[in-house]
């Protein structure tokens, strides 16, 4: 039996990496679509399997294989069936008079439970229930990155319906917490990020920092000999500017020297020399 169950999966392996063409199954042909894509070896094994789990066969009649199945909305489990669900006449008539295999009661039963079967895939089962599905990759005992098993079904991967529905169930609980760890990351990052640009933005000046201009003054001494000069400053530049101070203040010193002589004040030569005493002046008081 083990061997038997061991093929099995090997088949699964190479039938469900196909790329699924449906995300979610919305009616009783996707549902037929993928048993016709499992093999009739595989698809013989899985009835003898189902037959044995649960105790009925294809001749039992609706009614009995429901309620074997604990089947609670009967007229939801016919239609998935593709059967009409307000006929009771169908209750009394036996699944192989129906055309119904035993796997396909069982997939009906899980999709009228679930909303999907064993036969969905992961990739299906992330967008049908918008789950990520790295977390489900991790459900399935893969890695979380490897996209390779995201076309593999629950039965391929030795995971059943009501595994996954309680890690939905555990996810929803703690999706809360989830949410905040990674909203907690998230602002750290982009505050790590904003600080370590605001440190390189103010080291910025460092690395453009202008150079610094040279000096470009020429000092003399009292005596007229260079004391300092810029770099670039050649022996004739400085003989001519120092020709041309010496020849200005020439100038302005000439012009003082005519202004002094246009402006000078009115002097008298006699008080001056202090010569006030005159003879005549004496002789004249006399004859007076």
Same mark, same amino acid.
């Given at each position: 039996?083990?061997?038997?169950?061991?093929?099995?999966?090997?088949?699964?392996?190479?039938?469900?990496?196909?790329?699924?063409?449906?995300?979610?199954?919305s009616?009783?042909?996707?549902?037929?679509?993928q048993?016709?894509?499992?093999?009739?070896?595989?698809?013989?094994?899985?009835?003898?399997?189902?037959?044995?789990? /649960?105790?009925?066969?294809?001749?039992?009649?609706?009614?009995?294989?429901?309620?074997?199945?604990?089947?609670?909305?009967?007229?939801?489990?016919?239609? /998935?069936?593709?059967?009409?669900?307000?006929?009771?006449?169908?209750?009394?008539?036996?699944?192989?008079?129906?055309?119904?295999?035993?796997?396909?009661?069982?997939?009906?039963?899980? /999709?009228?439970? /679930?909303?999907?079967?064993?036969?969905?895939?992961?990739?299906?089962?992330?967008?049908?229930k918008?789950?990520?599905?790295?977390?489900?990759?991790?459900?399935?005992?893969?890695?979380?990155?490897?996209?390779?098993?995201?076309?593999?079904?629950?039965?391929?991967?030795?995971?059943?319906?009501?595994?996954?529905?309680?890690?939905?169930e555990?996810?929803?609980?703690?999706?809360?917490?989830?949410?905040?760890?990674?909203l907690?990351?998230?602002?750290?990052?982009?505050?790590?990020?904003?600080?370590?640009?605001?440190?390189?933005?103010?080291?910025l000046?460092?690395?453009?920092?202008?150079?610094?201009?040279?000096g470009g003054?020429?000092?003399?001494?009292?005596?007229?000999?260079?004391?300092?000069?810029?770099?670039?400053?050649?022996?004739?530049?400085?003989?001519?500017?120092?020709?041309?101070?010496?020849?200005?203040?020439?100038?302005?010193?000439?012009?003082?020297?005519?202004?002094?002589?246009?402006?000078?004040?009115?002097?008298?030569?006699?008080?001056?020399?202090?010569?006030?005493?005159?003879?005549?002046?004496?002789?004249?008081?006399?004859?007076?």
């Amino acid at each position: 039996m083990n061997k038997r169950l061991i093929f099995a999966l090997l088949l699964l392996l190479g039938v469900f990496a196909l790329p699924a063409q449906e995300t979610e199954l919305s009616s009783i042909e996707d549902l037929q679509l993928q048993i016709q894509a499992m093999s009739d070896s595989l698809l013989q094994l899985r009835e003898s399997q189902v037959v044995s789990a /649960y105790g009925f066969r294809d001749t039992d009649n609706l009614q009995n294989v429901a309620a074997k199945l604990e089947i609670t909305d009967l007229a939801s489990w016919k239609e /998935y069936l593709g059967i009409e669900p307000s006929n009771e006449v169908l209750d009394k008539m036996s699944l192989r008079r129906l055309g119904i295999t035993p796997y396909r009661a069982l997939l009906a039963q899980q /999709y009228s439970i /679930y909303g999907f079967t064993e036969l969905s895939t992961l990739s299906e089962l992330a967008t049908q229930k918008q789950l990520p599905v790295k977390q489900i990759r991790q459900f399935a005992g893969i890695d979380s990155a490897d996209k390779s098993f995201d076309n593999h079904s629950l039965q391929a991967l030795n995971r059943t319906p009501e595994e996954f529905v309680a890690f939905e169930e555990e996810f929803n609980d703690n999706k809360m917490s989830f949410g905040l760890t990674l909203l907690g990351f998230g602002v750290l990052i982009v505050f790590s990020a904003l600080a370590i640009t605001a440190v390189v933005i103010s080291q910025l000046k460092h690395l453009n920092r202008k150079p610094k201009a040279e000096g470009g003054k020429l000092v003399l001494t009292p005596s007229g000999k260079v004391k300092a000069k810029p770099a670039d400053l050649n022996a004739d530049v400085i003989a001519a500017a120092i020709t041309a101070l010496h020849l200005h203040r020439q100038e302005i010193e000439e012009r003082r020297r005519l202004l002094l002589t246009f402006r000078r004040a009115r002097s008298d030569q006699w008080r001056s020399s202090v010569m006030l005493n005159m003879p005549n002046r004496n002789i004249l008081r006399k004859r007076s």
